[in-house]
């Protein structure tokens, strides 16, 4: 299996990485999310999809936030705590009013998903990946006689 995901550099020269103070939790969590998407601003072609990746080390949240990426536009993380959260930060990164192309009209998020994974308990990584609008991707899949199906609605 095969995913490909374009993105353009100005969305990429916005992600946001943080090691938090294991102390902040949640609450750290979300106020970090907030702050790299009010930081981006119009930087990255608003509105936004964005990918948050909590956990493992500091290359790892990069990757989980990144995969968020991928998960189908407004579909909740499984985790009922998690989809909460996604809940309140779509809501909270839209007050922001950013707007299309960073003008304030509009919204500034189409949506967030979080991906979250174990981490030590001396550290709280977090990472922000930021995609402009035009998300897309595609996935191929080989089959072993060697048959490509497409699957371009992911």
């Known amino acids: ?15 946001a ?3 938090l103070k294991p102390g902040l939790g949640i609450k750290g969590v979300k106020q970090f999310v907030v702050e790299a998407v009010a930081k981006a601003g119009s930087l990255g072609c608003p509105p936004y999809f964005v990918g ?16 968020a990426l991928l998960r189908p536009f407004k579909v909740r993380n499984s985790d009922p ?17 950013i707007g299309a192309m ?7 998020v189409m ?6 994974a174990a981490r ?9 990946v930021i995609s402009c609008w035009a998300l897309r991707h595609a996935k191929a ?14």
């Open 81 to 97: 705590n998690v989809a909460a959260m996604e809940a309140e930060l779509y809501e909270k990164l839209n007050q922001l009013e």
């Open 120 to 128: 030590h308990p001396a550290s709280l990584p977090v990472g922000v």
């Open 141 to 154: 899949t080989i089959g072993f006689d060697g048959l490509v199906d497409i699957d371009t609605s992911v």
């Open 1 to 15: 299996e095969i995913v490909a995901m374009p993105k353009g550099g100005g969305s990429t020269n916005v992600a």
């Open 111 to 116: 949506d967030i998903h979080i991906e979250m």
């Open 17 to 19: 990485h943080r090691m």
């Open 52 to 67: 948050v990746g909590v956990g493992g080390g500091e290359d790892l949240c990069m990757l989980l936030a990144k995969k």
């Open 102 to 108: 960073g003008l304030g009209e509009g919204p500034s």
